[in-house]
């Protein structure tokens, strides 16, 4: 579980996040909603240790980050996957080594032991015989695949994903929302993920913020969110077409 307390973060004397209280839950995926340039970036990156919050505290699982010593911190980083919009796959490495690659960052594993975990973990996300690929040699989906096997390999106690479905359409994007869910539950992992993708939001969002303003302007659950009249929320949810249809459908019944 990570805890978030008061959390104040400006830059230049402008205030981004004024004070967000938040809890993610371990083995759920949880949400961070927003529209563009609300601050989910910024609060994610005050979660990972890359931003200093001005004020308020962040705690892993009972830990307060701003506390803990380098060395602390240094291994909580190998406690953490990530999952970025970009895939960021090492171009020249092939599917194989980029997996093994935060095994050879962060463990001590023999490089049969890797080898071993990087094939388990790239047939969970179904990719098995695509090892000695280059990313340049497979699709979009397949490399965010490869990305999350690369999140996920250290099986790590929390996951954080940016955007994971930017690019993809949307049958490959519900594919890797449903992995991502999936090896949450399996590994009761302390999932976040920040996303304006509706779809998403409705497939796994099991705990969903909503942004606004730099505060939390609403919180609940992906069954929740279609049923509340927070004008913040309907605004931002129904400023999809799809979206307006499926409330005007349930309005009338269907
Ligand atoms: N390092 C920085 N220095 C100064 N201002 C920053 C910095 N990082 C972010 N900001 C500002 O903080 C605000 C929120 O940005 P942020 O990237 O967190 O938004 P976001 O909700 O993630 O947007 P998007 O959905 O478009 O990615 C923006 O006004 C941005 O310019």
Known sequence: MIEVKGLKKGFNGEEILK?????FLKGKTNMIIGASGSGKSVFLKNMLGLFEPDA???IYDGERLGEMEIERKSDLRKEMG???????????????????FPLRMFTKMKKNERQERANEILERVNLPGLNKKMPSEISGGQQKRVALARAVVNYPRYLFCDEPNSGLDPKT???IDNLIQEITHERDITTVIISHDMNSVMEIGETIVFLKDGLIA????????FKTDNKAVTDFVYSS???K????AQNEGL
């Open 19 to 23: 004070g967000i209280d938040a809890t």
């Open 82 to 100: 990530m999952l970025f919009q970009h895939s960021a796959l090492f171009d020249s490495m092939t599917v194989e080594e980029n997996v093994m």
């Open 218 to 225: 609403w919180e609940g659950t992906n069954k929740e969110i």
């Open 56 to 58: 308020g505290e962040i």
């Open 241 to 243: 077409e799809l979206f």
């Open 245 to 248: 249809k499926v409330r005007v």
């Open 173 to 175: 994007a519900t594919i």
